[in-house]
C-alpha cells in the first residue's frame, strides 16, 4: 500500500507564474490536508476536503489559492500569479475519517518562486 | 500566545541519553499527534494519542489531559533520530475546523555520537 504521493517534489517558478500541486492519498482515504511550511516557520493548515467537498478552507489565503479534490483524481493546490512570498513546503495529508482517525504526510512540494 | 507551545526548542544530547520534549497546549482536543521532520525531509507521525500513554520502540508518549500537557521521550537517544519534533493538536469539532491539526513550532534535537 503505498503512502501520500505528492508531486513535483520540487517546483520552481517565476513570479506571475501559476504552481500547480499535486496530492494522491493513500489507498482508502478519502480525507485530505494541506498545510503549508514557511521557511523558518512551522507548519499551518490551509485546507480540508473530501472528495468533491471542500470542508474548511479557514487557513487558505483569500486570494490566488484554491484547491480541489475531484471524483477520480490527485487532489490538487493552484496558486495564481506566484509571488516570493509564496515559497515554502506544502505538505499534504491523507486520513481514512476525522475523528480517531490518524493523519499520514505526504513528502512535501518545495515551492520556490523566483 | 501560541495555541501549541513546545520545549525546548533545541536539545544537543549525546548518544544514550534520555531525552524528554514538551508540549503545552490551550484549547480542547480530540487527538495530540508526535511527528518526526528530518532537514529537508518529509514528516513521519510517531504517535496519535487522546490519553494515556503510548510505547513504540524507545519512544514513549504522555498525555495529559486535564493539565493539556503531553511529553515525547526518548530512551537511549542515537544520532539517527537528530530532527525535529512536532507536537500538533486536533481541536474539538467547532463546526468547520474540527479536521485540522494546529502545530507546535518543533524541538530541533541533535544527538552527538
Known amino acids: 500500500n503505498a503512502g501520500v504521493m505528492q508531486n513535483p517534489r520540487h517546483l520552481v517558478r517565476r513570479r506571475g507564474q501559476e504552481a500547480r500541486l499535486r496530492c494522491s492519498p493513500m489507498?482508502?482515504?478519502?480525507?485530505v490536508y494541506w498545510y503549508r511550511q514557511l521557511p523558518e516557520e512551522g507548519l499551518k493548515f490551509m485546507v480540508y476536503l473530501q472528495k468533491e467537498n471542500i470542508i474548511d478552507e479557514s487557513g487558505m489565503p483569500k486570494e490566488r489559492f484554491s484547491a480541489e479534490f475531484p471524483k477520480e483524481g490527485p487532489s490538487i493546490l493552484r496558486i495564481q500569479q506566484v509571488v516570493r512570498g509564496d515559497s515554502a513546503a506544502y505538505f499534504c495529508?491523507?486520513?481514512?475519517?476525522?475523528?480517531?482517525?490518524?493523519?499520514?504526510f505526504g513528502p512535501g512540494t518545495r515551492l520556490t518562486v523566483t | 500566545k501560541n495555541e501549541v507551545e513546545q520545549s525546548p526548542q533545541n536539545l544537543t544530547a549525546q548518544e544514550g541519553e534520555f531525552i524528554t520534549i514538551n508540549c503545552s497546549y490551550s484549547?480542547?482536543?480530540?487527538?495530540l499527534h508526535w511527528l518526526q521532520q528530518h532537514p529537508g525531509g518529509g514528516i513521519v507521525s510517531l504517535f496519535m494519542?487522546?490519553?494515556g500513554k503510548k510505547k513504540h520502540g524507545r519512544l514513549i508518549a504522555t498525555i495529559n489531559i486535564q493539565e493539556k500537557h503531553s511529553s515525547l521521550h526518548i530512551t537511549a537517544s542515537h544520532p539517527r533520530e537528530s530532527a525535529v519534533y512536532i507536537c500538533a493538536v486536533r481541536s474539538d469539532w467547532q463546526g468547520g475546523s474540527q479536521g485540522n491539526l494546529i502545530f507546535g513550532k518543533g524541538t530541533k534535537l541533535s544527538v552527538k555520537p
Open positions: 484549547v480542547g482536543i480530540s487527538a
Open positions: 495529508a491523507s486520513s481514512q475519517g476525522l475523528a480517531g482517525y490518524e493523519q499520514y
Open positions: 494519542l487522546s490519553s
Open positions: 489507498k482508502g482515504h478519502s480525507h
